[in-house]
């Protein structure tokens, strides 16, 4: 990824609804081509046309200062003692909904037109993902939002997001996260283990090239427990 306001070209490539399928060498051929870009989150607004929500529980509990408590031996130590909430603005422990799962920490905002264009093929990754397999992916996304107000990101989150999960706004450990993950461009999608390592930092590029694929191999290398046959 380039520096901040630099535009980037992608590849993109055909897109596969094998899970089984094997995530081919990054010097693969690529079939397609597309153009995607990133820019830079001090020079945005939100894109025209995004609708307002009615989410006005999204952070509440933040705001008061509520966490969940910290258990030893049961964490997910990237979120451990920070709040998550879910699309209604409900509060969510990290600790149970991120346990033995893969995540992917989705650095995003509503204003900028990359972001606005590859949300909804994450959106729709993730709901084959989760709603079409059985048993249900060990997968979860958690979306760090650079937006610049509380309400551009619940109106972001209202209008294009899937039914995964966010840091609230008014927490400042996303620009700890952003600093931990080199995060100088969006969007930018990071698989991390449970405990915070990374699998890839080219999430999104996987995801736009090999579609479910890509999970095969991130499931593989993530010390998680898997629930699905390999066969």
Sequence with gaps: TRALGAW???RSGARTRLLTRLLPPATGPHTGAGRWWTCDPSAGRVAAGAERSAHSAVNAAAAAGHR???RRGEMVDVFAGHMLVNKDGEAVDPEE?????VVGIYFSGGWCPPCRDFTPRLCEF???????TEPAAQFEIVFVSSDK???DMESYIAAMHG???ALPWKDQYKTELKKKYTITAIPKLVIVKQNGDVITDKGRKQIRAYGL??????IEVADVF???SSE
């Design 163 to 165: 039914d995964w999960l």
């Design 226 to 228: 898997q629930n699905f």
């Design 68 to 70: 969940p408590p910290h």
């Design 126 to 132: 993730y709901t084959e993902l989760m709603l079409e």
């Design 97 to 101: 909904a991120l346990r033995n799962k």
């Design 149 to 151: 107000s509380q309400a």
């Design 8 to 10: 980037q070209p992608e």
């Design 213 to 218: 694929a890509c999970f095969r191999n991130w």
